[in-house]
């Protein structure tokens, strides 16, 4: 296929980047209503390290990472490389000599719906990835494709210069527009979750917390004890 290398796309703010990555994926994610999830399937190839960065995109044809050095060029401090391809792909598309070059322009990590190798030394190096596998296969590069256009990672568009937020949990990503507003509201629900939190630690039950024992009841949930349960045939 051919393709497209767009220079310069607009980025979300350093600042609101920064105020993102105090937050983990699933506190932003609940905070912007439920959105931005990427798929389950992106897992990190470490433990233990949250980072939050621009994304800079690329749309690679599958086993091919010739787009990958193309993008390498396009990355700056701060950035977070996402790659997707064109159909589903297991090869291991990046590796170690990448994240050598990625590290040293500043680059904060790697999101690739595709296999990645290298894994140990990836970690050894202190550069944070998450994939949809890991694979030993190698690739080619024959193949041209496209670099900082949108691009679609389980159902969801990833913009050049939007935000990538990942962690253990996951992978989000956060419309550059709304990048203040969605670091705004996930520090107000990091606020209430604190407030239950203490509550918690007195020995409050999220039941009453929450209110939830009008829900069970609103659903037909009953109490029984254990002798009349057994009693009505219910089992042991």
């Known amino acids: 296929m051919s393709g497209v290398i767009v220079t310069g796309p607009p980025r979300a703010a350093a600042q609101d980047v920064d105020a993102l990555a105090r937050y983990g994926v699933a506190t932003v994610h609940e905070a912007m209503g439920r959105t931005g999830l990427l798929p389950a399937r992106l ?4 433990q233990g390290t949250r980072v939050a960065g621009t994304a800079v995109t690329v749309l690679s044809w599958p086993g091919d990472n010739l787009m990958i050095h193309a993008a390498v060029e396009q990355c700056r401090e701060g950035d977070f490389l996402v790659v997707a391809t064109t159909s589903p792909s297991t090869d291991g598309m990046f590796g170690e000599l990448f994240a050598t070059a990625l590290k040293r322009r500043g680059v904060r990590g790697l999101v690739i719906d595709a296999g990645i190798r290298d894994t140990q030394e990836l970690r ?3 550069f944070p990835a998450w994939s ?5 296969q190698g690739t080619v590069k024959a193949t041209g494709g496209s670099v900082n256009v949108p ?3 389980g159902g969801r568009v990833i913009r050049p210069g939007d935000v990538i937020l990942a962690d253990d949990d996951g992978v989000v990503v956060v419309p550059r527009e709304r990048a203040r507003a969605a670091a705004e509201a996930s520090e107000a629900r990091e606020t209430k979750e604190a407030a239950s939190r203490a509550a918690f630690l007195e020995g409050q039950l999220g039941l009453d917390r929450y ?4 829900r069970l009841a609103e659903l037909g949930v009953t109490y029984t004890s254990y002798e009349d349960h057994v009693r009505d045939g219910a089992g042991a």
């Open 132 to 136: 949809a596998a890991v694979s030993a």
């Open 151 to 153: 691009v679609a990672v």
């Open 43 to 46: 897992r990190p190839i470490q």
């Open 124 to 126: 050894d190096l202190g």
């Open 211 to 214: 209110g939830l024992r009008e």
